[in-house]
């Protein structure tokens, strides 16, 4: 929210930043790793792993030489300050990703390090926030939560999870967005669902969703819009044929189809518990 000086008009209003990056989002971007992934009173790792997590950024992340690589805790920390305060903006947020892939195995740790990432990307009003370890321009928070609700990994929808991710990976990519398959992905994730709901694997979507309507008491407007939706990707000159000239894809039909297809993805969850 806005400050008080703002607010009485004594000091500008921060704008979103999108294509920047100050000072004070720098900052407050290192203080969360500094605080909750390398140092200080919740650190999750011992000093060993410190470095293990060092090394890995220096030869991985950075593609610097092995042998310059940090030999200690502090060492590592005046370049990663270095590093936050200096580099291009866009690499700041290429290395809260890499930290993500680094920590794929401790679940917990990610939940707390999104949760934190998150209060200061809207706090310092960034343009983005972190979703299912992936930096996102999507920033209502509606739409977040159903992306992250989804997003998670979790028998027996795993693959509608998978699907769901690489939509938002396609349609979150700055330099090189892929909308159309991003749209593909978001309505394999509908099929996906449905398919589990009825356990044949084998179905198609229409069948699958008519057995959900008898089954599970799903509102026929729904299965309407979603046969709708699901059409307009797969007829003669739609999405998830050939490319045509007819339909472009851009940046709006990605999301909306990314958050309509996860919400909708939650709602059969939901309803098959019924």
Same mark, same amino acid.
């Given at each position: 929210?806005? *400050?008080?000086? /703002?607010?009485q008009g004594l000091t500008p209003t921060k704008t979103i930043q999108i294509s920047d990056m100050d000072q004070a989002l720098r900052n407050s971007l290192w203080n969360v790793f500094r605080i909750y992934v390398?140092?200080? &009173?919740?650190? &999750?790792?011992? +000093? ?5 997590? $060092?090394?890995?950024? !220096? ?9 310059? #690589? &940090? ?16 580099? &291009?903006?866009? /690499? ?14 401790? +679940?917990?740790?990610?939940? %707390?390090?999104? @949760? ?5 990307? /809207? ?18 928070? *509606? /739409?977040?939560?159903?992306? =992250? ?6 028998? +027996?929808?795993?693959? @509608?999870? %998978? ?22 992905? =978001?309505?394999?994730?509908?099929? =996906? %669902? ?13 069948? $699958? ?6 089954? !599970?008491?799903? !509102? ?12 307009? @990707? ?6 998830? !044929? ?11 039909? #990605? ?18 518990? %019924?």
């Amino acid at each position: 929210m806005d *400050t008080f000086s /703002e607010r009485q008009g004594l000091t500008p209003t921060k704008t979103i930043q999108i294509s920047d990056m100050d000072q004070a989002l720098r900052n407050s971007l290192w203080n969360v790793f500094r605080i909750y992934v390398f140092n200080g &009173p919740r650190i &999750p790792y011992e +000093p060993d792993e410190v470095l293990e997590f $060092a090394r890995a950024i !220096h030869i991985d992340f950075r593609k610097l030489p092995y042998d310059t #690589a &940090p030999d200690s805790r502090d060492n590592f920390y005046l370049l990663m300050t270095s590093f936050f305060q200096r580099d &291009p903006w866009f /690499e700041v947020y290429n290395f809260i990703e890499f930290i993500f892939l680094l920590m794929a195995r401790r +679940p917990d740790k990610r939940i %707390t390090l999104t @949760t934190n990432l998150n209060f200061i990307l /809207e706090r310092e009003r960034s343009g983005y926030r972190v979703v299912a370890d992936i930096i996102t321009p999507i920033t209502n928070e *509606t /739409e977040l939560s159903e992306i =992250a609700k989804i997003s998670s990994p979790s028998d +027996p929808f795993s693959a @509608t999870s %998978t699907h769901i991710r690489q939509s938002l990976k396609l349609y979150s990519d700055r330099e090189n967005p892929d909308y159309r398959n991003s749209v593909k992905e =978001a309505v394999s994730a509908i099929e =996906a %669902t449905a398919k589990v709901i009825v356990g044949d694997p084998k179905a198609t979507l229409g069948k $699958a969703l008519a057995k959900i309507e008898e089954d !599970h008491q799903l !509102h026929g407007a729904f299965k309407e819009g979603v046969s709708k939706l699901y059409g307009w @990707t797969s007829d003669a000159s739609g999405i998830r !044929h050939a490319l045509s000239d007819v339909d472009k894809i851009d940046e709006a039909d #990605a999301r909306f189809m990314l958050v309509s297809c996860s919400a909708f993805c939650n709602y059969l969850i939901s309803r098959s518990k %019924t």
